[in-house]
Structure formats: structure tokens, C-alpha cells
């Protein structure tokens, strides 16, 4: 599928998904919405895919939020569809095999950061500003920040960023763990990509099904989740990816994994 708002580079087996709109700072509208989850599901069924790494076009922003252009006129039932239809886009981040890193390269604001919260973990340029202004604009975040960064971060301080509304510098995000790393501006992407090289490198069913383990887990008591990842560590030892992996431990060479 063609995208007018996305571009997508794709070189050995890392996939870069930039969010190509900079004269609205990225702004989520709801094309970028629609191209967003297609974007999503081509790029969790390329086989030539193991790693997402996903950023903002331009100098400024990764994404500036939700567009507020488009909502300013919206009606009660617009403004819950345009919700379902965000946090559509996050879980389906959530839900692909395929790991999702965010390269937070600026501001990360409302939609934006709730972006960046759907990915598996965040790494940040030193420019960024994280939050949520939705406060200031007579709403609440409506894909899933109220629940990923409470989440994420405990209530308090989640309470803390969205009740005021205010951004918090990268170096304060990572304090506060929503960004696991921060770098300087020009490095950002090639340490990303760094990272999303060393994870194409392992076993791929391995890293699904870690990352399947961890966000299920999340939503279920800890027995159950032990009962979960017991369950998903048996099953791979019906692939070849652990045979693979195994033998080429014992044999004192590098596994070449298949996804198998
Ligand atoms: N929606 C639509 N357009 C946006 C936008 C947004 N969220 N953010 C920036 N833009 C547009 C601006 O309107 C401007 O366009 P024009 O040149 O046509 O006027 C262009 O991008 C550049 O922006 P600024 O001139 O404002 O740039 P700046 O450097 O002065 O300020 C900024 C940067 C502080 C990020 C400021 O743009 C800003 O405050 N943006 C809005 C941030 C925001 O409130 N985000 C939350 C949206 S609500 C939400 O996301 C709800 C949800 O949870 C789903």
C-alpha cells in the first residue's frame, strides 16, 4: 500500500517507520490513523521484517498529538470514535510479533507520547519534550495514555503529568522510566537501529514470544502468568529456532535462526 503520511525503509530486517507529516509536527489525524494500522499489519507479515524502528520526519517533533485541527469541530461521538480508532493503532503495536522501538527525536505530545507508550520501549533524542497537554485543551488522552502511563510509571506521577499538563525534558522521562535510554540528537536513529540490528539478530520466535509473555502477562494475576510463560516456553521447544539455537550453543558456532 502506498502511504502519504508514512515512509517506510526496510534493510536487514530492521524496518525504519517515520511519520511523514512535518508541517503539522507530525500531528496524528485520522489518515495518518488509517495508514498507521495498515503500516502496522504489512510490516508484522513482511518476512524481510523483524524489528520496527518507528520516528517523527523533520528536526522538531516526533509527534506533536492528536490533530487538533481535525477535533476542534468534533461532536461527542466523533470525539469517542476518533479515541477507539487511536487506541486501535496502539494496540495493535502491542499485539504484533513483530518489536516496536520508538525514536523519540522531539516532541512527543498527547497522541504523540501515547505513540510512543504503544511501542516496546522508548529511546530519546536529548531535544525531547514529553507529556500531556490535553488538560489545556478541555479534554483527557484518548489512545490509552491514562492507562499505559499509569501503567508504566505508577499513578502518582501519572497523575502528576497529566492533571498539570506540563512537559518533562527526556532526561526527566528517563528518571522517571518512560524513555529507557537518551542520546544526543544525531545518534538517536543509528542507536535505535543498533538495538533493532541486535534483536533481528536472535531467535524471532523467541523474541515474540517474549514480548506475547510480557504484555499478556501484564493483564493477569502472577500465578496465571507464570501458568502463561510456562505454557510459551514449552512451545518452543516445538521449533526449529530452538534446535537451531541449542545445537549451535553446543557446537561452539553462531545459530542462524529461520523463524521455524
Ligand atoms: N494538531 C494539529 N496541528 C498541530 C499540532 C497538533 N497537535 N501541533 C502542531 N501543529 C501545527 C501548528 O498548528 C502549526 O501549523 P501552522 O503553521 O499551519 O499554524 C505547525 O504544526 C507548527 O507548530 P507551531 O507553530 O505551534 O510550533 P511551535 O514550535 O511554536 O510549538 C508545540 C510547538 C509546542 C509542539 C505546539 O505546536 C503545540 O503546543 N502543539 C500542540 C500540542 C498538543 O496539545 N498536543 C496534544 C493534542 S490532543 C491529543 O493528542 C488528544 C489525544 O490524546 C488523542
Not at 514529553?130 to 499509569?150: H, K
Not at 543498533?194 to 514470544?209: D, H, K, M, R, S
Not at 502472577?222 to 510463560?229: M, T
Not at 549451535?248 to 545459530?255: L, P, Q, T
Request: aromatic share 8%; hydrophobic share 45%.
Amino acid at each position: 500500500m502506498e502511504f502519504k503520511n508514512l515512509l517506510i525503509e526496510t534493510a536487514d530486517g530492521v524496518a525504519t517507520l517515520t511519520v511523514n507529516r512535518p508541517q503539522a509536527l507530525n500531528a496524528l489525524n485520522s489518515e495518518v490513523l488509517t495508514e498507521l494500522a495498515s503500516a502496522f499489519y504489512q510490516l508484522e507479515y513482511d518476512p524481510a521484517v523483524r524489528v520496527v524502528v518507528l520516528t517523527g520526519a523533520g528536526e522538531k517533533a516526533f509527534v506533536a498529538g492528536a490533530d487538533i485541527k481535525e477535533m476542534a469541530a468534533m461532536s461527542s461521538f466523533e470525539g469517542h470514535q476518533f479515541a477507539l480508532k487511536g487506541q486501535h493503532c496502539m494496540m495493535a503495536m502491542e499485539k504484533m510479533k513483530t518489536p516496536v522501538i520508538a525514536a523519540v527525536n522531539g516532541f512527543a505530545l498527547g497522541g504523540g507520547l501515547e505513540l510512543a507508550l504503544g511501542c516496546d520501549f522508548i529511546y530519546a533524542s536529548e531535544k525531547a519534550k514529553l507529556g500531556f497537554p490535553e488538560v489545556t485543551l478541555g479534554i483527557i488522552p484518548g489512545f490509552g495514555g491514562t492507562q499505559n502511563l499509569a501503567r508504566l510509571i505508577g499513578k502518582n506521577r501519572a497523575n502528576e503529568l497529566i492533571f498539570t499538563g506540563r512537559m518533562i525534558a527526556a532526561d526527566k522521562a528517563q528518571a522517571w522510566g518512560i524513555v529507557n535510554e537518551v542520546f544526543a540528537p544525531e545518534e538517536l536513529l543509528v542507536k535505535a537501529k543498533e538495538t533493532a540490528a541486535a534483536i533481528a539478530g536472535v531467535g524471532p520466535l523467541g523474541v515474540t514470544y517474549a514480548k506475547n509473555a510480557i504484555a499478556n502477562g501484564l493483564n493477569m494475576g502472577k500465578e496465571d502468568g507464570f501458568r502463561y510463560e510456562a505454557s510459551l516456553f514449552g512451545v518452543l521447544f516445538g521449533t526449529a529456532d530452538q534446535k537451531e539455537g541449542m545445537g549451535a550453543f553446543v557446537e561452539k558456532r553462531k545459530a542462524v535462526f529461520t523463524g521455524k
